[in-house]
T-cell receptor, first 114, second 111 residues
Framework: ETGVTQTPRHLVMGMTNKKSLKCEQHLGHNAMYWYKQSAKKPLELMFVYNFKEQTENNSVPSRFSPECPNSSHLFLHLHTLQPEDSALYLC?????????????FGPGTRLTVT | GIQVEQSPPDLILQEGANSTLRCNFSDSVNNLQWFHQNPWGQLINLFYIPSGTKQNGRLSATTVATERYSLLYISSSQTTDSGVYFCAVEPYNTNAGKSTFGDGTTLTVKP
């Protein structure tokens, strides 16, 4: 596979469930990102990892827990979510952070919390 | 933080028409990208253009960094151009990778 892949593409979960979103990049990049896109809103940055280290947590509630085991994989662990967390969750990667590199996005996971 | 304003918010075109989308930003930037989000939610890179002019087929973009704006030109629009166009910037002199997205321009191209 090439580019940035995300699984699953669609997810419906109850408020008491625990689930995980997975992102994998095949571009040899060192930085990975999670974004949230709610209906009728712009993308909101959630987390940034650079060389597996978290460099940005944009005041995200603790019910979202990221994990970056290596530069190619990024997870978002979800637990006790709220209906307002329903959104499109997008993963991206770039060569590094520091403002000099393009970000490439995955297709997203459309999450519905019931 | 940096403010990013895109205009117009909505645009309806007839197939074959040309259009210009604008992105204004409130501070100096390291990085500016234009994306197209298709109706299925996929964000597609159009241009990485912190300054200067680039062209790719029917699309071109110009960023005037000193005046803090960027323009995306779409010529001979097609129905497949429909979707939301986002501008994203990263403020100057930051290492955090913290891009800020504008609200987007929703383009509808009618056959």
């Amino acid at each position: 596979e090439t580019g940035v892949t995300q699984t699953p593409r669609h997810l419906v979960m109850g408020m008491t469930n625990k689930k995980s979103l997975k992102c994998e990049q095949h571009l040899g990049h060192n930085a990975m990102y999670w974004y949230k896109q709610s209906a009728k809103k712009p993308l909101e940055l959630m987390f940034v990892y650079n060389f597996k280290e978290q460099t940005e947590n944009n005041s995200v509630p603790s019910r979202f827990s990221p994990e970056c085991p290596n530069s190619s994989h990024l997870f978002l662990h979800l637990h006790t979510l709220q209906p307002e967390d329903s959104a499109l969750y997008l993963c991206a990667s770039s060569q590094e952070t520091g403002g000099i590199d393009e970000q490439y996005f995955g297709p997203g996971t459309r999450l519905t919390v019931t | 933080g940096i403010q990013v304003e895109q205009s117009p918010p909505d645009l309806i075109l007839q197939e074959g028409a040309n259009s210009t989308l604008r992105c204004n930003f409130s501070d100096s930037v390291n990085n500016l990208q234009w994306f197209h989000q298709n109706p299925w939610g996929q964000l597609i890179n159009l241009f990485y253009i912190p300054s200067g002019t680039k062209q790719n087929g029917r699309l071109s973009a110009t960023t005037v960094a000193t005046e803090r704006y960027s323009l995306l030109y779409i010529s001979s629009s097609q129905t497949t151009d429909s979707g939301v166009y986002f501008c994203a910037v990263e403020p100057y002199n930051t290492n955090a990778g913290k891009s800020t997205f504008g609200d987007g321009t929703t383009l509808t191209v009618k056959p």
